[in-house]
């Protein structure tokens, strides 16, 4: 299989995730959307609308969109599950997931960005409000779905990650390349970090991409690794603490945005 994809693009990363954790092994085919590669013959032969990821199947059949990417290879490879197996328990997984996929990312991505910038002279502070309104107005509500499990292990569902945290890591991601202050938000930081310690969700992050040290990122990757340690660390204090309910606070050093790029 072949992944077309863009090291900084939220659906690109959440597919990555669902890869690894299905233990899937593809081609890396990069698409620069700095270079506006997207929107090239060669790539809208791939896929017509223009976007990224798309995933060309073996026998030349190309999937587009990452929800239904995703569900083709919960579908197709079933093992590791993403969903539970309780039909109300997965519409809980789903609504943790449609959140960041149907509410934030699609108001924050790249093409409505360009278009605030261009059309209507967003500078970088009123792009980072603009993202900033929409990622805490979601994680406000995932927050408050999160602390109202008490049965909830490390990941927004149970004891492994599901399809929530496929879907919430890239966004969280995202929130700090706006500059969104992740401290509000004890549960999420602590999903992240439990994430974080994952193989299938540290190679899945932008700087662990092919094309990102072909960017010239591996130097920003070495600044930020000691910060992503440290955040990772103090989220799980705190998720400690929250759980033995004593109290004590915790402060989640998250790193800020490396690079001027705002990639969806």
């Known amino acids: 299989m072949k992944l077309y994809n863009f090291f900084r693009s939220g659906t690109s990363h959440r597919l990555r995730i669902a890869l690894n954790l299905k233990g899937l092994e593809t081609t890396y085919v990069a698409v620069d959307l700095r270079t506006e590669a997207h929107l090239q013959d060669d790539f809208r032969a791939v896929n017509p609308q223009g976007l990224v990821p798309a995933l060309a199947l073996d026998d030349g059949r190309v999937l587009i969109q990452s929800p239904a990417i995703i569900e083709w290879l919960e579908e197709r490879h079933p093992t590791p599950p993403l969903l539970p197996a309780n039909v109300d328990d997965r519409a809980r997984v789903r609504a943790l997931a449609a959140i960041v996929g149907c509410d934030i990312h699609p108001v924050n991505n790249r093409r409505i960005l360009e278009a605030l910038r261009h059309r209507f002279g967003a500078d970088a502070a009123a792009i980072d409000a603009w993202c900033g309104t929409w990622i805490a107005d979601g994680f406000d509500a995932i927050e408050a779905l999160l602390a109202s499990d008490p049965a909830r292990g490390d990941f927004c569902f149970g004891g492994a990650p599901t399809l929530a945290d496929v879907y919430l890591v890239p966004q969280i991601e995202s929130a700090r390349r706006f500059k969104v202050d992740l401290s509000r938000w004890p549960n999420i930081a602590a999903i992240d970090a439990a994430c974080m310690a994952l193989d299938a969700c540290s ?45 004590i606070q915790f402060f989640c050093m998250l790193f800020a945005p490396l690079t001027s790029d705002r990639q969806g």
């Open 203 to 247: 190679m899945a992050a932008w700087w662990a991409c092919s094309c990102c040290d072909a960017a010239g990122a591996s130097s920003a990757k070495a600044a930020v690794e000691p910060n992503v340690v440290m955040a990772a660390t103090a989220a799980k204090a705190q998720a400690a603490s929250l759980r033995r309910g004593d109290g």
